[in-house]
């Protein structure tokens, strides 16, 4: 079975400062995707960054990056130059290769602090 | 982007009363259509998997008679929930895949607000 677990339940940022996001997930598969998901309060859940498992290479876009540990099944999301428009729940994710079911983590509310 | 639609965005209704939630492809066709709910501060749970033109494939714990899935085309996906209880109440958010492989990605509709009074 695969576990996602997000250790973070709430944290905070000061408006241009920079902040990391943990998760760490559980699996026995070699090839598999991470993810991470922002949902607002609008609820609409808008995907921020994705990450192939085969990868070395760390997932960037824009002032979002992760860091990608394999070995110690880790994934954390750090986000630079943080925005108010960033204050959202953060959503981690992963999805085997062959598809179809995402697994979440419970969640990180951020809240960005002008 | 791709769009995804969910129609209506918030509903409350009776107990015993059954519901209907529409989600809706706008741009490209969804040849598989996901449902998932999300109670308060908590995170999503996949509760089905609908196929264009064939049943939907239900999560251990899910009742398929309760929650009927239709995926009648390739842009809509309609998720019933039928006799309703308060303990249904919840958020419903669908998301569509437009590609065949299975790791194209999904894109989440707006979600659907129940309240079942």
């Known amino acids: 079975a695969q576990t996602v677990t997000q250790s973070q339940p709430e944290m905070s940022v000061q408006e241009a400062e920079t902040v990391t996001l943990s998760c760490t997930y559980d699996?026995?598969?070699?090839?598999?995707?991470l993810f991470w998901y922002k949902q607002p309060p609008s609820r609409q859940m808008i995907l921020v960054i994705r990450q192939e498992a085969y990868k070395q290479q760390n997932a960037t876009e824009n002032r979002f990056s992760v860091n990608f540990q394999k070995a110690a099944k880790s994934f954390s999301l750090k986000i630079s130059d943080s925005q108010l428009g960033d204050t959202a729940m953060y959503f981690c994710?992963?999805?085997?290769?062959?598809?179809?079911?995402?697994?979440f983590g419970t969640g990180t509310s951020l809240t960005v602090i002008p | 982007g791709a769009v995804v639609s969910q129609h209506p965005s918030w509903v409350i209704c009776k107990s015993g009363t059954s519901v209907k939630i529409e989600c809706r492809s706008l741009?490209?066709?969804?040849?598989?259509m996901f449902w998932y709910r999300q109670f308060p501060k908590q995170s999503l749970m996949l509760m089905a998997t609908s196929n264009e033109g064939s049943k939907a494939t239900y999560e251990q714990g899910v009742e398929k008679d309760k929650f009927l899935i239709n995926h009648a085309s390739l842009t809509l996906s309609t998720l019933t929930v039928t006799s309703a209880h308060p303990e249904d109440s919840s958020f419903y958010i669908c998301?569509?895949?437009?590609?065949?492989?299975?790791?194209?990605?999904?894109?989440f509709g707006p979600g659907t607000r129940l309240t079942v009074l």
């Open positions: 998301s569509a895949r437009g590609g065949a492989t299975p790791t194209d990605t999904q894109y």
């Open positions: 994710a992963f999805m085997k290769n062959t598809g179809n079911q995402f697994y």
């Open positions: 741009d490209f066709q969804a040849t598989t």
């Open positions: 699996t026995s598969e070699n090839n598999y995707y």
